[in-house]
């Protein structure tokens, strides 16, 4: 599925490093304001312990994983909108990924310089929201003025819209992001058309140093936590840094320097599993003796939508789909023991897949 998450943040504060240790793409990381010019985009496996349980039951002669792709943006900066910097390309990029991993510094550091001479979190999320909502009230003020045209013509369908509109437009000229604003399913379906930042769904990255790693004591964290949380918005935190240096790493030494500092598994995981369920994506499995798989669909899917993932004609061709749980074959090891405790379910075109089904699609050829 063509689903992204594009990184955002001020110059400076680790949206580059963050960037490379995900994807090990290279992209410049430098001390200085739009190194990063053209977005960079990378593509990278989904974490999923439950596909290598998977490969362990069935031993295929492959296994693959689910992806997802990631968008370095280059910093923003006061006045982007107006196109302070390179602003309006930067603002053109965010418009064309589905989700946004907001990088926020959560570090003191006189080597690496701050774009407004010091650290304050909360400032600098705010400079960054309140750019995408200027970008979006003028963006929207001009959908409006050619929306009215053919509302004032008695057009139902423009009315409608323009309803939606006013309702994000009042928010927007508040302050408030496009989010912010109640909407019936009809309103939302309507409301994505606009094309705006601010109705994307964001994740807050707090980069911290790797001397404090180990720490559970940053106040900066708390302060970027405590706005997240008054947003609804997830919170992951990483050092950007050690991110970098372990992402090269085998498996093995990674678990190994991840279980010195006292954690299972890498904040990078942790970011990637995050920013693939801020998408609204879940994971179901096909599995046999040829591949193990992860496929990526829409949550509340139904099986012929899930099915037509693997190929464009299983939909029309959809007959049922034979499900199995993760769950029981994880705790069987055996897909025939599943079988046999009659856990094997067969569902019909109305069902909507789980995240963590085992899937054998009956189709028409």
């Known amino acids: 599925m063509a689903l992204n998450c594009g990184i955002v943040g ?37 974490p999923d312990e439950r596909l290598n349980r998977l490969a362990e039951i069935y031993k295929p002669k492959r296994t693959v994983p689910t992806m997802i792709e990631f968008v370095d943006i280059a910093g923003l900066v006061k006045g982007a909108s107006q196109g302070e910097g390179l602003g309006n390309q930067f603002l053109s ?21 701050h774009v407004h001479g ?22 929207l003020e001009k959908q409006q003025q050619r929306v009215s045209k053919t509302a004032k013509t008695g057009n139902k369908e423009a009315a409608e ?13 508040k302050g408030n992001r496009a989010s912010t604003v109640e909407l019936n399913e009809e309103e939302l379906k309507i ?30 964290v708390k302060t970027i936590t405590d706005f997240a949380n008054k947003e609804g918005a ?4 990483l050092c950007g840094r050690f991110e970098e240096e372990i992402s090269g790493l085998e498996k093995e030494d990674q678990l190994a320097f991840l279980e010195e500092i006292g954690e299972k598994e890498s904040g990078l995981s942790r970011m990637i599993r995050a920013s693939y369920q801020l998408l609204g994506l ?22 012929p939508v899930a099915a037509s993932v693997i190929h464009s004609d299983f939909e029309k061709g959809y007959i049922r789909a034979e499900v199995m749980r993760y769950e ?7 897909a025939t023991k599943v079988k046999e405790e009659g856990k094997l379910r067969v569902e019909g075109k109305e069902y909507i897949v789980q995240d963590g089904d085992v899937i054998y699609f009956r189709v028409n050829a």
Not at 118 to 124: M, T
Not at 234 to 237: A, D, K, L, Q, S
Request: a negative charge.
């Open 234 to 237: 997830p919170v992951v935190v």
């Open 191 to 220: 409301a994505k058309k606009f094309n705006l930042i601010t109705i994307k769904p964001v994740l807050y990255v707090a980069n911290i140093l790797d001397s404090d790693v180990k720490s559970t004591d940053n106040p900066l």
């Open 282 to 303: 879940l994971t179901f499995f096909t599995a046999g003796v040829e591949e193990v798989r992860a496929w990526t669909t829409k949550q509340g899917s139904s099986g």
């Open 93 to 113: 990029h965010i418009r064309e990924v589905d989700a946004i991993c907001h990088v926020v510094r959560a570090f003191q550091d006189e080597n690496i310089t």
């Open 161 to 173: 819209i323009l309803s939606v509109m006013d309702k994000i437009l009042e928010a927007l000229k």
């Open 328 to 334: 029981d074959l994880d705790r069987t090891g055996d």
């Open 118 to 139: 010091k650290v304050d979190p909360i400032e600098d999320i705010t400079v960054i929201n309140y750019e995408l909502i200027l970008a979006d009230l003028d963006s």
């Open 10 to 46: 001020l110059p400076n504060v680790g949206k580059s490093t963050i960037f490379n240790a995900l994807t090990k793409a290279g992209a410049q990381a430098a001390n200085y304001p739009f190194c990063t010019i053209e977005p960079n985009t990378g593509v990278v496996e989904v």
